[in-house]
């Protein structure tokens, strides 16, 4: 299948980002349901009718490319997805290339933790758009991190992440 012609995003909606100092656009892509979808070095940003939404890339769980319909499913850290349709053009494949690398970018290290209880969760440690290496825990919803059996694991968990990629605890 041959791809087609991709638009570039319009000198207005570029204007509406938030790009902060050091910040700049990698890539951006024109979705099929209208929105635009541009990745920049410290966020992810989603353009709709005037408005933006801006979310760094640590808030990005993880995506996933369905190819025969080109549509990309982000999973945020907080549990919810949104869907980005894209055309058969060549910015879907620059774009979601882009979005893995970023979203890479932002891994430090990760280590699954099996919790008191059973539940399976993983402790990562990211950087925020800032590069400061922050924990972020992810897992299910019903993980009841506030536990004290719970804490007191991934605290542990915490440690040796911290320790194993030479971080002060």
Not at 49 to 60: F, H, L
Not at 134 to 155: E, H, I, N, R
Request: avoid cysteine; aromatic fraction near 4%; charged fraction near 30%.
């Amino acid at each position: 299948m041959a791809l087609s012609r991709r638009r570039r995003l319009p000198a207005a909606d570029h204007a509406l980002l938030d790009l902060r100092p050091g910040d700049r656009v990698l890539v951006d892509a024109h979705l099929t349901d209208g929105r635009w979808a541009v990745a920049s070095r410290r966020a992810l940003h989603l353009l709709e009718d005037g408005k933006v939404a801006r979310v760094p890339w640590s808030d990005v769980d993880r995506g996933s490319l369905d190819p025969a319909t080109r549509v990309l499913t982000v999973t945020w850290v907080w549990g919810g997805t949104s869907r980005l349709p894209f055309a058969q053009d060549s910015a879907s494949v620059s774009f979601t290339q882009t979005f893995r690398e970023r979203v890479q970018q932002s891994v430090v290290h990760v280590v699954p933790v099996t919790v008191p209880g059973g539940a399976k969760v993983r402790l990562a440690l990211r950087r925020d758009e800032d590069g400061e290496i922050f924990t972020q825990v992810l897992g299910d919803a019903d993980v009841d991190v506030d536990d004290p059996a719970v804490s007191a694991a991934l605290d542990v968990a915490e440690a040796e992440a911290r320790d194993a990629v030479g971080l002060p605890r």
